[in-house]
């Protein structure tokens, strides 16, 4: 029976009025959270909303469709190291100096990331701090993570050389035992658990004593098939656990987490039933995958030369369905996380970033990984959802780069700006900044001038050069508008090139624009560069 609120005396109803005022003040001021979602060599077009017809990623779409997407967004290098420690600090690969993938962990050099990253500053805001998954910088920037687990059973950090291996490790050993092979089996070199290959492996019709034998060397994109364990224990699956175990843990405090899946990145080894989810007699070729790249940069990049099984129309099929496969157990493990959110009734006060460190070329012109400035390897998703404060179905065409998320962070979580060389995207989603989103330029300073420094996107051209005078690389430019899987380089040895001095003056002069606003030591090799 509920007795009359008459019956009650004056001062005990002050009381618990002023108890819910408090409490939901407290709500209102409570500070937002960040959830940070970052795969790992995720192509922009690997999203069914970014209008792939074969791909599902119904979850991806809804962080699209409640929030906003950025359908020019590009990494600031293509590749895992630089690209990550430009993310996290919003600066150029130049003025963070992390070149190179070998800079990262525990590499001893002067000057590399003095700079805080996101998550140093919103730790001195008060926000408690957590990453689950693929590191891949500097270990000393790890010290503001206050994981539960820092380190594995064999005393290696989360956050050193195959940090997320070692940890994943000691779960996959307690769930999942090795056991023997059995025949027309190998051994994966992450989990060291049995998977069968496909027409694409490099070891295809070997076995596992024949590789022992010769000792024969591979890499992870030499790993080609499906992978024998329960789709329960891979490391999508863990990953995305551990974050969901986060989330319960700090759900009444304060909190930025990320959840870096290592996924789409190679061994294309899905388990079942993501591996033949997509199955290989329907999948697309692509379209460049013929060009002879007579006229570019990168007719030998990546080992293409050496790898023509990533030209051939039918091997490239398997690594296809294999790399739809890994996106759709990523994009369900991600639904489970958003529902998490909304089960803790954290949804609504959670800023959620969805982005990649840099594509993959899957077979387009007749290349495998990424490390070069093609649209399929320097172009990603980028997705941010924050309700209220992001209008839903927010569909963004403007340029922009994964450097501009640190300001745009501090911006959504009312935290004090800091300096950075990258802008807030919030004017972009509001419509307030009309001369934001012009151009786009993404860095490659692996080998010096023995490749292709720079490249600039704007108005649906590229061009692509190196930072030096005497380089002798070929110049590049693309017309996307017309030219959009890159097949006709317009300058290098075209011999019409002349017809387009012009328009690579004006991408050279807005290049430059971009090297002085960034203090490059780079400018003036750029600026003496000859295009034509």
């Avoid at 080609?224 to 656990?241: H, R, S």
């Avoid at 398997?318 to 991600?334: A, N, Q």
């Avoid at 001095?501 to 624009?513: F, Y």
Wanted: contains cysteine; positive net charge.
């Amino acid at each position: 029976m509920k007795t009359p609120l008459k019956h009650f005396p004056l001062g005990l109803l002050a009381l618990c009025f002023l108890l819910q005022s408090t409490a939901s003040i407290g709500q209102q001021k409570k500070k937002p959270n960040l959830l940070f979602i970052i795969t790992d060599q995720q192509r922009f077009d690997a999203m069914s909303v970014a209008g792939n017809k074969i791909l599902k990623t119904p979850n991806m779409d809804r962080l699209a469709k409640q929030g906003a997407r950025f359908k020019n967004a590009y990494s600031p290098s293509a590749v895992c190291g630089p690209s990550r420690s430009s993310i996290l600090t919003g600066t150029t690969v130049e003025n963070n100096g992390m070149k190179v993938n070998e800079y990262a962990y525990d590499y001893k050099k002067e000057g590399l990331m003095t700079m805080p990253t996101f998550d140093e500053i919103l730790s001195e805001n008060g926000y408690r701090c957590e990453y689950y998954g693929k590191w891949h910088s500097l270990t000393s920037k790890a010290k503001v993570y206050k994981n539960p687990q820092k380190t594995a059973k064999n005393g290696k950090s989360i956050f050193g050389p195959e940090g997320q291996t070692h940890i994943y490790m000691d779960y996959l050993n307690e769930k999942s035992p090795k056991r023997p092979l059995k025949p027309g089996e190998l051994y994966d070199q992450i989990t060291e658990r049995p998977y069968r290959t496909n027409p694409l492996d490099k070891f295809h019709g070997k076995t596992y004593e024949e590789i022992k034998e010769n000792n024969l060397r591979f890499i992870q994109p030499d790993l080609n098939g499906e992978l024998l364990i329960d789709k329960e224990y891979t490391m999508t699956a863990f990953q995305a656990k551990q974050t969901m175990e986060a989330l319960e843990r700090l759900k009444d405090s304060t909190f930025s987490i990320t959840c870096a899946f290592h996924s789409p990145h190679a061994p294309m080894l899905p388990t079942a039933p993501y591996y033949d989810m997509y199955p290989v007699k329907d999948m697309p070729i692509p379209k460049s995958m013929t060009d002879q790249m007579l006229n570019s940069p990168y007719k030998k990049t990546n080992g293409r030369l050496e790898h023509p099984e990533y030209a051939d129309p039918e091997k490239i099929k398997y690594m296809i369905s294999s790399y739809y496969g890994l996106v759709k157990e990523v994009d369900d493990w991600v639904g489970k996380i958003l529902d998490k959110l909304e089960e803790l009734h954290i949804a609504d006060n959670t800023l959620v970033v969805f982005t990649s460190d840099h594509g993959e070329m899957l077979g387009a012109h007749g290349m495998r990984e990424k490390n070069v400035f093609y649209e399929e390897s320097a172009h990603v998703p980028l997705l941010l959802r924050f309700p209220k404060k992001i209008k839903e179905k927010t569909v963004l065409s403007g340029y922009t780069s994964t450097i501009d998320l640190l300001p745009t962070i501090l911006d959504y979580l009312q935290v004090q700006p800091h300096p950075s060389d990258g802008t807030s995207l919030k004017g972009m989603i509001e419509g307030t900044a009309k001369n934001q989103g012009k151009y786009v330029v993404q860095e490659w300073d692996y080998r010096g001038d023995t490749e292709p420094n720079y490249m600039i996107v704007k108005d649906g051209w590229k061009l692509i050069i190196p930072y030096t005078e005497t380089s002798k690389v070929l110049n590049a430019m693309y017309n996307l508008n017309k030219d959009p899987y890159e097949m006709t380089n317009l300058l290098g040895n075209n011999p019409e090139r002349e017809k387009y001095t012009q328009k690579a003056e004006e991408l050279r002069n807005t290049l430059l624009e971009w090297l002085k606003k960034n203090n490059s030591s780079h400018t003036e090799g750029v600026q003496k560069r000859k295009l034509i």
